[in-house]
């Protein structure tokens, strides 16, 4: 513990020497499903960075998505895995998605002078949200919107270039 970082890790300069080469940065990715939950339809990475200017931005990147779908080359989205609810009762789709989702993404925009930060988020297949819960055992109109995509995501790791 006396070498963690606290809320996040960082990555950079201030590793010691040979242990950063400046190359891209390289993250294995695992998230499995919890025990009552939906099955997962993909796992992202978000980047954010600051230019040279200073103006901040972020970029999705879906990095594993369930049933076989791969990230669309140009835009490294992938598409719907086709995953639905039924508003009558609230089940969902349980042949779609995965327990477990894992990768390894390497960022193909990676620039070692820009100081940037990740995380990964996981989202599930789409289910009712608890108000439509309520609402059907109450006998009442579904809310707006009526379903969720939950998620979950990770500490972020930062990159802090040359020495800063």
Do not use: M
């Amino acid at each position: 513990f006396s070498r963690a970082s606290v809320c996040g890790s960082r990555r950079g300069a201030l590793r010691p020497p040979g242990r950063w080469s400046g190359a891209s940065p390289r993250f294995f990715i695992w998230a499995t499903k919890g025990a009552r939950s939906a099955n997962l339809q993909k796992v992202q990475v978000i980047k954010g960075w600051a230019d040279a200017e200073g103006e901040t931005h972020e970029q999705v990147f879906d990095a594993v998505c369930a049933d076989g779908i791969e990230p669309t080359e140009g835009t490294g989205r992938c598409a719907d895995n086709g995953a639905r609810v039924d508003l009558s009762d609230c089940s969902y789709s349980s042949d779609l998605g995965a327990g477990e989702l894992s990768a390894t993404w390497t960022d193909p925009e990676f620039d070692p002078a820009l100081r940037a930060f990740y995380y990964v988020r996981v989202l599930e297949n789409p289910t009712c949200r608890w108000t439509s819960h309520r609402a059907l055992a109450r006998g009442e109109p579904l809310p707006e919107p009526a379903l969720t995509k939950e998620r979950a995501w990770s500490s972020p790791i930062w990159y802090t270039p040359g020495g800063e």
